[in-house]
T-cell receptor, first 111, second 110 residues
Framework: GQQVMQIPQYQHVQEGEDFTTYCNSS?????IQWYKQRPGGHPVFLIQ???SGEVKKQKRLTFQFGEAKKNSSLHITATQTTDVGTYFC???????????WGAGTKLIIKP | DGGITQSPKYLFRKEGQNVTLSCEQN?????MYWYRQDPGQGLRLIYY???????QKGDIAEGYSVSREKKESFPLTVTSAQKNPTAFYLC?????????FGQGTRLTVV
């Protein structure tokens, strides 16, 4: 079946270091979305990417959609404690409204 | 405030018991979804509804049932046939393109 693989499962960083999570799809996606889930909370929508090769920025967060529309990444520059949580990608195939979710990458700030 | 309200926040179920999780939205969204989240894992789709009086099974529908009698409401029943129901349950609705989630219900079998 259609899958979106997301790596790594966990990433431990010192505050101020960068963080990156990657998603790869087995099929071409029509678009991809990114969500953040704080510990004990619910997923909150961050952004949607639609175009091949698209890059979008939100302050310290940079989102990319691959040229083949099969992969995407989220990069956070100079992490802060407020960035802690799990980041999920979710893709759509064709005109299907169902989202195919990645397993998430948990960002942990080392004490 | 517009949003999705799930209740209760915590729920304890005895073995062999059916329980119903509530999900209400005032966003006027047509499509609603139920997901299950296990520790350290992503979201798995249980059921979804694109419109009132219609719903479809997701990837893990066995042991669950839903109804969609009103646009605002999409309750989920966890039946005794669900052998491993302990999990975090999330209800969502779809806006123009993004999903809006409720606060979730954490269900524990005791």
């Amino acid at each position: 079946g259609q899958q979106v693989m997301q790596i790594p499962q966990y990433q431990h960083v010192q505050e101020g270091e960068d963080f990156t999570t990657y998603c790869n799809s087995s099929t071409t996606l029509s678009n991809i979305q990114w969500y953040k889930q704080r510990p004990g909370g619910h997923p909150v929508f961050l952004i949607q990417l639609v175009k091949s090769g698209e890059v979008k920025k939100q302050k310290r967060l940079t989102f990319q959609f691959g040229e083949a529309k099969k992969n995407s990444s989220l990069h956070i520059t100079a992490t802060q404690t407020t960035d802690v949580g799990t980041y999920f990608c979710a893709g759509r195939v064709g005109s299907n409204y169902q989202l195919i979710w990645g397993a998430g990458t948990k960002l942990i700030i080392k004490p | 405030d517009g949003g999705i309200t799930q209740s209760p926040k915590y729920l304890f179920r005895k073995e062999g018991q059916n329980v119903t999780l509530s999900c209400e939205q005032n966003l006027n969204h047509d499509a609603m979804y139920w997901y299950r989240q296990d520790p350290g894992q992503g979201l798995r789709l249980i059921y979804y509804s694109q419109i009132v009086n219609d719903f479809q099974k997701g990837d893990i529908a066995e042991g669950y049932s839903v109804s969609r009698e009103k646009k605002e409401s999409f309750p989920l029943t966890v039946t005794s046939a669900q052998k491993n129901p302990t999990a975090f349950y999330l209800c969502a609705s779809r806006g123009i393109y993004e999903a809006f989630f409720g606060q979730g219900t954490r269900l524990t079998v005791v």
